[in-house]
């Protein structure tokens, strides 16, 4: 196991499993995450039940990368054991990295667009 803090650590994790050609798996929501990597694929369909397609997909490659919560992970797992390729977990919880930027701002402008609405419907407080 190789553990590393941040997204700009991806490509020195990669050398070291000497994968250069990852299958990256991420659902849509992740689609404007600038990850410092070309992959040479992208499996979407997360969570998916189709993992030997995945794996086929991921076979062309060298590795997988998941990124995201437990099912893109779980599913990177899955890809990795059929493919019999490595896999790097990009968790999208873990503290420190560019990932828990991105999801804090958009649960912070997600928490400020619900005040607006309630301050225009006169109601300041918010109600859980």
């Given at each position: 196991?190789?553990?590393r803090w941040?997204?700009?650590a991806?490509p020195?994790?990669?050398?070291e499993?000497d994968?250069g050609?990852?299958l990256?798996v991420a659902?849509?929501?992740?689609d404007?995450?600038d990850?410092?990597?070309e992959?040479?694929a992208r499996?979407?369909?997360?969570?998916?039940?189709?993992?030997?397609d995945?794996a086929?997909l991921?076979?062309?490659g060298?590795?997988?990368v998941?990124?995201g919560?437990?099912?893109?992970?779980?599913?990177?797992?899955?890809?990795?054991?059929a493919a019999?390729?490595?896999l790097?977990s990009v968790?999208d919880?873990?503290?420190?990295?560019?990932?828990?930027?991105v999801?804090?701002?958009?649960?912070s402008?997600?928490q400020?667009a619900r005040r607006r609405?309630?301050?225009?419907a006169g109601?300041d407080?918010?109600?859980?």
């Open positions: 196991m190789i553990v941040g997204l700009d991806l020195e994790v990669l050398g499993l994968a050609s990852p990256l659902g849509p929501r992740w404007a995450l990850l410092p990597l992959p040479h499996w979407s369909e997360v969570p998916s039940h189709r993992i030997d995945a086929a991921g076979g062309a060298d590795s997988v998941a990124v919560g437990g099912s893109a992970i779980d599913l990177g797992k899955a890809i990795s054991a019999e390729i490595p790097v968790p919880d873990v503290r420190g990295s560019r990932v828990d930027d999801l804090r701002s958009a649960r402008r997600a400020d609405c309630r301050r225009a109601r407080r918010l109600r859980r």
